[in-house]
């Protein structure tokens, strides 16, 4: 029977570990820290990335999936310290996202955080979730996801409606 990992090891995995996204779509750089309610990740604003814009620069409203991949790692490393893996999941949207600046820089170490405010039976979740560059916030958002007890029947059902 293998131990409980520590809150260390599991902070300590490579992302890649931790979440499904991969390539240009990950967006994460690791976990920084997480508890049962809340996680905060890093992210590099990556100058030759397909988002970057003529500056190098993210637009702002990518950083909602900054927030929804931060959230995906929340889930995965609750059900990673209980000895399993997580559900897939969907991120159904948010009612306000606020970016207070247009685009993160080019360079830019961003600090996404994800505080849990809801979390069903039913797998229906919400975050309350910002984005900072150093002491600067400069995107914030509750964000809405769902992880449905059967992810190919509700993906099929999705697209036969």
Partial sequence: MNPTPTLQELIGQPIEAIIPHRGTMLLLDAVSSFSEETLSARATVRADAWYANAEGAMP???????????????VALLAMRGGGRARPGVLLGSR????????????????????ELLRSEEGHGAYECTIHDGD??????????????????????????
């Avoid at 306000?96 to 505080?115: E, N, P, R, V």
């Avoid at 995107?139 to 697209?159: H, N, R």
């Fill in 60 to 74: 702002a409203w990518i950083g909602i999936e900054l927030m929804a991949q931060a959230i995906a790692a929340h």
């Fill in 96 to 115: 306000s996202y606020k970016a207070l600046q247009a685009s993160f820089a080019g360079g830019a170490q961003l600090l996404i955080h994800a505080t």
């Fill in 136 to 161: 600067v916030c400069c995107a914030e958002a509750v964000i809405k996801v769902f992880q449905p007890a059967d992810f190919q029947s509700f993906i099929e059902g999705s697209f036969s409606s």
